[in-house]
Protein backbone atom coordinates (compact mmCIF):
# COMPACT_ATOMS: atom_id res chain seq x y z
CA UNK A 1 0.00 0.00 0.00
CA UNK A 2 1.39 3.54 -1.06
CA UNK A 3 1.95 5.89 1.78
CA UNK A 4 3.35 9.06 2.45
CA UNK A 5 3.60 10.38 5.96
CA UNK A 6 4.77 14.14 6.82
CA UNK A 7 6.30 14.25 10.20
CA UNK A 8 8.29 17.96 11.76
CA UNK A 9 5.81 21.00 11.53
CA UNK A 10 5.45 22.90 14.66
CA UNK A 11 5.36 26.25 16.11
CA UNK A 12 8.25 28.71 15.06
CA UNK A 13 8.96 31.92 15.42
CA UNK A 14 9.36 34.50 12.29
CA UNK A 15 13.06 33.98 11.41
CA UNK A 16 13.24 30.61 12.27
CA UNK A 17 14.00 27.04 10.58
CA UNK A 18 12.01 23.46 10.86
CA UNK A 19 12.61 20.68 8.41
CA UNK A 20 10.18 18.36 7.28
CA UNK A 21 10.59 15.15 6.38
CA UNK A 22 7.89 12.57 4.47
CA UNK A 23 8.55 9.07 4.63
CA UNK A 24 7.65 6.99 1.69
CA UNK A 25 6.03 3.26 2.01
CA UNK A 26 4.88 0.87 -0.84
CA UNK A 27 7.15 2.38 -3.64
CA UNK A 28 10.66 3.37 -4.34
CA UNK A 29 10.62 7.19 -3.47
CA UNK A 30 13.35 7.93 -6.20
CA UNK A 31 11.43 6.13 -8.86
CA UNK A 32 9.07 9.12 -8.98
CA UNK A 33 8.51 13.02 -9.06
CA UNK A 34 7.65 14.17 -5.41
CA UNK A 35 7.52 17.48 -3.92
CA UNK A 36 6.11 19.99 -1.21
CA UNK A 37 3.40 21.26 -1.76
CA UNK A 38 1.45 23.92 0.92
CA UNK A 39 -2.41 25.47 1.12
CA UNK A 40 -2.74 28.71 3.99
CA UNK A 41 -6.37 28.86 5.48
CA UNK A 42 -8.62 29.81 3.12
CA UNK A 43 -6.32 29.72 0.01
CA UNK A 44 -5.35 27.64 -2.99
CA UNK A 45 -2.98 24.68 -2.95
CA UNK A 46 0.20 25.75 -4.14
CA UNK A 47 3.87 24.29 -4.94
CA UNK A 48 6.91 24.34 -3.12
CA UNK A 49 9.19 22.57 -3.75
CA UNK A 50 10.11 18.92 -6.45
CA UNK A 51 12.41 16.71 -7.08
CA UNK A 52 11.83 15.03 -10.47
CA UNK A 53 12.47 11.39 -11.07
CA UNK A 54 15.45 12.87 -13.42
CA UNK A 55 16.85 14.30 -10.55
CA UNK A 56 15.68 17.97 -11.60
CA UNK A 57 14.52 20.44 -8.61
CA UNK A 58 11.75 22.88 -9.27
CA UNK A 59 11.04 25.63 -7.11
CA UNK A 60 7.62 26.75 -7.49
CA UNK A 61 8.63 30.23 -5.33
CA UNK A 62 10.86 31.69 -7.41
CA UNK A 63 10.27 34.79 -4.98
CA UNK A 64 11.39 32.67 -2.15
CA UNK A 65 14.96 31.14 -4.12
CA UNK A 66 17.34 30.01 -1.04
CA UNK A 67 14.83 30.19 1.90
CA UNK A 68 13.89 26.93 1.00
CA UNK A 69 16.08 23.62 0.10
CA UNK A 70 14.42 19.92 -1.00
CA UNK A 71 16.33 16.80 -0.25
CA UNK A 72 15.74 12.79 -0.66
CA UNK A 73 17.32 10.14 0.86
CA UNK A 74 17.40 6.99 -1.09
CA UNK A 75 18.10 4.91 1.54
CA UNK A 76 15.90 5.99 4.09
CA UNK A 77 13.08 6.46 1.44
CA UNK A 78 12.63 10.09 2.50
CA UNK A 79 12.08 13.23 1.03
CA UNK A 80 13.28 16.57 3.30
CA UNK A 81 12.03 20.27 3.28
CA UNK A 82 14.64 22.57 4.80
CA UNK A 83 12.96 25.80 5.73
CA UNK A 84 15.00 28.56 6.99
CA UNK A 85 14.04 32.53 7.91
CA UNK A 86 10.63 31.33 7.66
CA UNK A 87 7.85 33.89 7.50
CA UNK A 88 4.37 34.55 8.80
CA UNK A 89 3.09 33.93 5.35
CA UNK A 90 4.89 30.75 5.34
CA UNK A 91 2.25 29.53 7.93
CA UNK A 92 -0.32 26.50 6.22
CA UNK A 93 -0.49 22.59 6.39
CA UNK A 94 2.81 21.00 3.87
CA UNK A 95 1.99 18.10 2.28
CA UNK A 96 3.94 15.64 0.43
CA UNK A 97 3.03 14.35 -2.84
CA UNK A 98 4.32 12.10 -5.76
CA UNK A 99 3.77 11.72 -9.29
CA UNK A 100 3.23 8.26 -11.19
CA UNK A 101 6.32 6.70 -11.80
CA UNK A 102 5.40 6.70 -15.83
CA UNK A 103 6.06 10.86 -15.39
CA UNK A 104 9.72 11.69 -15.16
CA UNK A 105 8.87 15.54 -14.70
CA UNK A 106 7.71 17.35 -12.12
CA UNK A 107 4.64 19.12 -13.04
CA UNK A 108 3.60 22.78 -13.19
CA UNK A 109 0.76 22.75 -10.23
CA UNK A 110 -0.08 20.38 -7.74
CA UNK A 111 -2.88 19.03 -9.66
CA UNK A 112 -0.93 16.79 -11.66
CA UNK A 113 0.17 14.52 -8.35
CA UNK A 114 -1.07 11.48 -7.76
CA UNK A 115 -0.74 10.58 -4.47
CA UNK A 116 -0.54 12.52 -1.25
CA UNK A 117 -0.13 12.34 2.57
CA UNK A 118 -1.99 13.84 4.81
CA UNK A 119 -0.22 16.38 5.61
CA UNK A 120 1.43 18.76 8.59
CA UNK A 121 0.78 22.09 10.14
CA UNK A 122 3.61 24.86 9.86
CA UNK A 123 2.83 27.87 12.06
CA UNK A 124 5.27 30.75 12.11
CA UNK A 125 4.29 33.49 14.37
CA UNK A 126 5.28 37.03 13.80
Known amino acids: QLQLVESGGGLVQAGGSLTLSCKAS????????IGWFRQASGKEREGVMC????????NYMDSEKGRFTISRDNANNTLYLQMNSLKPKDTGVYYC???????????????????WGKGTLVTVSS
Open 97 to 115: AARGAQYYNCPRDHSAMDF
Open 26 to 33: GFTLRDNS
Open 51 to 58: ISRRGDII
